[in-house]
């Protein structure tokens, strides 16, 4: 079947190029815009309390107009506020409130909205849209901003805005920034090695096109299945998108190009050796995309709506990008045929490659003490994840110099941390009658009475008299552990205690949303681990015809991502000191080192197996397979590591985290279990390895000439 690929997309390469621009275009044209939100209840289940909390709010109160933000205000020198700078804040606020702009509702200080301490005084930004997702409400924020400026003129005051809709702002400007550097940095990357490993321009230049063309068509297809299947994505998600297309897309155009170049040596002219390099290297590319593939779709299991529209996302884009690697590219560079390698002649001639082949000899000869080796390595690097800390603080991994990070370290200054994002507390009649007010002052104070609750305002009730509301300021950020700990926990237990017979408390607002959160991750990781592993231990077996290298190949991956997790918390959480790692990490680490790990993998036994499939002898067999792929999977892995190693370049911590895990987990997968562990095990097993298919039978081979010549040109038995 690849061959026919091969063939059709090599010997008809206007029509292939031309057929993907069209689709380029169209999709550019005409799809959808991919929505994004960063309402965490978006991203729950609606049996979850804090979504219901959410539900039961539109119901209840349907016009009350929410706090979106507050402006925090102080004295420029960090002093006490006096009695003009209180009559100056009061005036700057009615200033703003003013402005009348578009989802705000008003902006309003409480002569009494000052700290105790005296430094810190309040307005409270409040919106006419319960959708904070709405464009429009941050650009209202970005321009009270501006407003302020002239406002705070003459004055001993400034002012920062926080709290959701201005950490939304600028998370939102932060994202683009990253993408931008993100972009930039990938592209410098890609052409500085690829114009190392193959010294040619125009193979530094063309993948790039070819993966933006590619990138055009998956972008519009994600858009398309997310605005059919009602999908969105976080924040994040073009950051992830731009590094998976570029960082995948470079690996399986390397593979095809390894090959080729492979065939060119021996003397084939460049139709015939393309079509072949689709036809070796076709069934091990659509492998490794299918295990990418399903790996992505495990996490359409997940609880997690952020994940669940991320995984179709990257399963989509993953499959684009194979389709691309065995048509496109092989068009692209039929018609270029051996200028494409220009100004370098070394594709005429094998290279030494001392590197590969002492790797080679290595595992062949020394199996035992590299298997051991390798593993001894990556179990004490798996020692550190035993010590990860699940951090859901979010707003500490932004960037601190963010207008809305620096405003919130201000406001703690002088009030309670959850001052910014109240935990809300519903009380609603379960048979309908009126709620009985003595009863709701008494729910109140036992709210209050609970440890780590700063004040709880008296209930506000809504029109029927069947729901109360209580804003509840909690003690520490709406973020930090201690919040997210005593939402889920102790505050839920008391307020479902408390509640008067006939009634229901539900408990909700970010620390609960939070709390709900980190049930569903636990959840994932029960249910999408396994899921993700066996469906790629189903790929690995289809391929190979196995049922016994599925399992060590899946064994060794899971050490390379206890490994990856272990030196993430090591250099995150020991060395530099932060308070823990992003609690998405590990499905993140396990999907993307698990996943895109698998190729090198996939790559190096495939490549095994032809070999002893020639009648190659098994030692010398490991010895080739080794040394041949080596070049590819160690350029592959430098290149897909280095995509996602840019994201140590953001502020973001949690982009730095995901940057510097996936990176080095991949490298891990590439240089110790690819090169080292999955070879020399394979090795040791022999003839078991391939049972019950024993894919490892000799079948007879012609060689052609150029074959049979290059072969004995090498002298290293590399039989293609």
Same mark, same amino acid.
């Given at each position: 079947?690849?061959?026919?690929?091969?063939?059709?997309?090599?010997?008809?390469?206007?029509?292939?190029?031309?057929?993907?621009?069209?689709?380029?275009?169209?999709?550019?044209?005409?799809?959808?815009?991919?929505?994004?939100?960063?309402?965490?209840?978006?991203?729950?289940?609606?049996?979850?309390?804090?979504?219901?909390?959410?539900?039961?709010?539109?119901?209840?109160?349907?016009?009350?107009?929410?706090?979106?933000?507050?402006?925090?205000?102080?004295?420029?020198?960090?002093?006490?506020?006096?009695?003009?700078?209180?009559?100056? $804040?009061?005036?700057?606020?009615?200033?703003?409130?003013?402005?009348?702009?578009?989802?705000?509702?008003?902006?309003?200080?409480?002569?009494?909205?000052?700290?105790?301490?005296?430094?810190?005084?309040?307005?409270?930004?409040?919106?006419?849209?319960?959708?904070?997702?709405?464009?429009?409400?941050?650009?209202?924020?970005?321009?009270?901003?501006?407003?302020?400026?002239?406002?705070?003129?003459?004055?001993?005051?400034?002012?920062?805005?926080?709290?959701?809709?201005?950490?939304?702002?600028?998370?939102?400007?932060?994202?683009?920034?990253?993408?931008?550097?993100?972009?930039?940095?990938?592209?410098?990357?890609?052409?500085?090695?690829?114009?190392?490993?193959?010294?040619?321009?125009?193979?530094?230049?063309?993948?790039?096109?070819?993966?933006?063309?590619?990138?055009?068509?998956? &972008?519009?297809?994600?858009?398309?299945?997310?605005?059919?299947?009602?999908?969105?994505?976080?924040?994040?998600?073009?950051?992830?998108?731009?590094?998976?297309?570029?960082?995948?897309?470079?690996?399986?155009?390397?593979?095809?190009?390894?090959?080729?170049?492979?065939?060119?040596?021996?003397?084939?002219?460049?139709?015939?050796?393309?079509?072949?390099?689709?036809?070796?290297?076709?069934?091990?590319?659509?492998?490794?995309?299918?295990?990418?593939?399903?790996?992505?779709?495990?996490?359409?299991?997940?609880?997690?709506?952020?994940?669940?529209?991320?995984?179709?996302?990257?399963?989509?884009?993953?499959?684009?990008?194979?389709?691309?690697?065995?048509?496109?590219?092989?068009?692209?560079?039929?018609?270029?045929?051996?200028?494409?390698?220009?100004?370098?002649?070394?594709?005429?001639?094998?290279?030494?490659?001392?590197?590969?082949?002492?790797?080679?000899?290595?595992?062949?000869?020394?199996?035992?003490?590299?298997?051991?080796?390798?593993?001894?390595?990556?179990?004490?690097?798996?020692?550190?994840?035993?010590?990860?800390?699940?951090?859901?603080?979010?707003?500490?991994?932004?960037?601190?110099?963010?207008?809305?990070?620096?405003?919130?370290?201000?406001?703690?200054?002088?009030?309670?941390?959850?001052?910014?994002?109240?935990?809300?507390?519903?009380?609603?009649? &379960?048979?309908?009658?009126?709620?009985?007010?003595?009863?709701?002052? &008494?729910?109140?104070?036992?709210?209050?009475?609970?440890?780590?609750?700063?004040?709880?305002?008296?209930?506000?009730?809504?029109?029927?008299?069947?729901?109360?509301?209580?804003? $509840?300021?909690?003690?520490?950020?709406?973020?930090?552990?201690?919040?997210?700990?005593?939402?889920?926990?102790?505050?839920?237990?008391?307020?479902?205690?408390?509640?008067?017979?006939?009634?229901?408390?539900?408990?909700?607002?970010?620390?609960?949303?939070?709390?709900?959160?980190?049930?569903?991750?636990?959840?994932?990781?029960?249910?999408?681990?396994?899921?993700?592993?066996?469906?790629?231990?189903?790929?690995?077996?289809?391929?190979?015809?196995?049922?016994?290298?599925?399992?060590?190949?899946?064994?060794?991956?899971?050490?390379?991502?206890?490994? &990856?997790?272990?030196?993430?918390?090591?250099?995150?959480?020991?060395?530099?000191?932060?308070?823990?790692?992003?609690?998405?990490?590990?499905?993140?680490?396990?999907?993307?080192?698990?996943?895109?790990?698998?190729?090198?993998?996939?790559?190096?036994?495939?490549?095994?197996?032809?070999?002893?499939?020639?009648?190659?002898?098994?030692?010398?067999?490991?010895?080739?397979?080794?040394?041949?792929?080596?070049?590819?999977?160690?350029?592959?892995?430098?290149?897909?590591?280095?995509?996602?190693?840019?994201?140590?370049?953001?502020?973001?911590?949690?982009?730095?985290?995901?940057?510097?895990?996936?990176?080095?987990?991949?490298?891990?997968?590439?240089?110790?279990?690819?090169?080292?562990?999955?070879?020399?095990?394979?090795?040791?097993?022999?003839?078991?390895?391939?049972?019950?298919?024993?894919?490892?039978?000799?079948?007879?081979?012609?060689?052609?000439?150029?074959?049979?010549?290059?072969?004995?040109?090498?002298?290293?038995?590399?039989?293609?």
């Amino acid at each position: 079947m690849f061959r026919r690929v091969g063939r059709f997309a090599v010997h008809r390469p206007w029509l292939t190029i031309a057929g993907w621009i069209i689709a380029a275009v169209a999709l550019a044209m005409f799809a959808p815009a991919l929505k994004s939100t960063t309402d965490e209840t978006e991203f729950l289940p609606s049996h979850y309390e804090s979504v219901r909390v959410g539900n039961l709010q539109q119901k209840a109160f349907p016009q009350t107009e929410q706090p979106a933000a507050i402006a925090v205000f102080q004295r420029a020198d960090g002093g006490k506020l006096d009695d003009t700078d209180r009559r100056d $804040v009061i005036k700057v606020a009615a200033g703003l409130d003013g402005k009348h702009h578009e989802k705000i509702g008003k902006v309003v200080s409480d002569p009494k909205a000052v700290s105790p301490n005296g430094e810190v005084a309040l307005a409270n930004i409040y919106a006419t849209t319960k959708n904070f997702n709405d464009e429009k409400l941050p650009d209202s924020v970005k321009k009270l901003r501006e407003d302020a400026k002239p406002l705070l003129s003459g004055t001993h005051l400034k002012m920062g805005i926080t709290g959701q809709a201005a950490t939304q702002l600028d998370a939102k400007e932060s994202s683009t920034d990253t993408d931008a550097m993100v972009m930039s940095a990938t592209f410098l990357l890609i052409i500085v090695l690829l114009l190392v490993i193959f010294r040619s321009p125009l193979i530094a230049i063309l993948p790039l096109v070819i993966i933006a063309v590619v990138s055009v068509v998956a &972008t519009g297809l994600i858009g398309t299945a997310a605005s059919i299947g009602g999908l969105k994505a976080d924040s994040s998600m073009s950051t992830i998108l731009i590094v998976v297309l570029f960082g995948v897309g470079t690996d399986y155009i390397l593979f095809l190009l390894f090959r080729y170049r492979e065939h060119l040596r021996r003397g084939q002219e460049p139709k015939e050796a393309l079509v072949e390099a689709v036809a070796r290297v076709g069934e091990t590319i659509a492998s490794a995309a299918g295990a990418v593939i399903v790996a992505f779709t495990a996490l359409l299991l997940s609880t997690l709506g952020m994940m669940r529209a991320m995984g179709p996302s990257l399963a989509i884009s993953v499959g684009v990008t194979l389709v691309a690697a065995l048509t496109l590219v092989p068009a692209v560079f039929s018609l270029l045929g051996r200028a494409a390698f220009w100004p370098s002649k070394a594709w005429r001639k094998e290279p030494r490659n001392r590197f590969a082949n002492g790797v080679g000899g290595l595992v062949a000869h020394r199996p035992g003490v590299v298997a051991a080796l390798s593993t001894a390595v990556l179990a004490i690097l798996a020692v550190g994840a035993f010590s990860m800390k699940p951090q859901f603080d979010t707003s500490s991994q932004m960037p601190q110099k963010l207008e809305s990070v620096q405003a919130m370290k201000d406001l703690q200054r002088g009030f309670s941390a959850g001052q910014s994002d109240p935990a809300m507390i519903y009380l609603s009649s &379960t048979n309908g009658t009126r709620l009985d007010r003595a009863a709701l002052e &008494t729910f109140r104070g036992k709210l209050a009475a609970v440890d780590g609750v700063g004040t709880a305002a008296p209930a506000v009730v809504n029109g029927d008299g069947t729901v109360a509301q209580y804003s $509840v300021i909690l003690k520490y950020r709406p973020s930090a552990d201690e919040a997210i700990d005593l939402a889920g926990g102790e505050l839920r237990d008391a307020a479902h205690a408390a509640a008067p017979a006939g009634t229901e408390a539900l408990v909700g607002g970010t620390s609960a949303v939070l709390a709900d959160i980190e049930d569903a991750v636990g959840h994932d990781y029960r249910v999408v681990f396994p899921a993700a592993g066996l469906a790629i231990m189903i790929i690995l077996g289809l391929l190979l015809r196995s049922l016994v290298a599925p399992w060590y190949m899946m064994i060794a991956v899971a050490l390379g991502f206890g490994a &990856t997790l272990g030196s993430t918390v090591w250099l995150f959480q020991d060395l530099k000191g932060e308070p823990g790692l992003l609690f998405m990490l590990p499905v993140i680490v396990y999907l993307f080192v698990v996943a895109l790990g698998t190729d090198y993998n996939i790559l190096m036994i495939a490549r095994l197996r032809e070999e002893v499939r020639r009648g190659v002898p098994p030692k010398e067999a490991i010895r080739t397979a080794v040394a041949q792929s080596t070049p590819t999977v160690a350029s592959a892995a430098i290149i897909l590591a280095g995509t996602f190693g840019v994201l140590v370049l953001a502020d973001n911590s949690m982009l730095q985290q995901m940057g510097f895990a996936v990176g080095f987990g991949i490298l891990l997968t590439a240089f110790v279990m690819a090169m080292l562990l999955v070879p020399t095990v394979t090795s040791l097993l022999g003839h078991k390895a391939w049972w019950p298919g024993h894919q490892d039978s000799p079948q007879a081979v012609a060689l052609t000439t150029a074959d049979k010549s290059t072969a004995s040109r090498t002298g290293d038995g590399a039989w293609h």
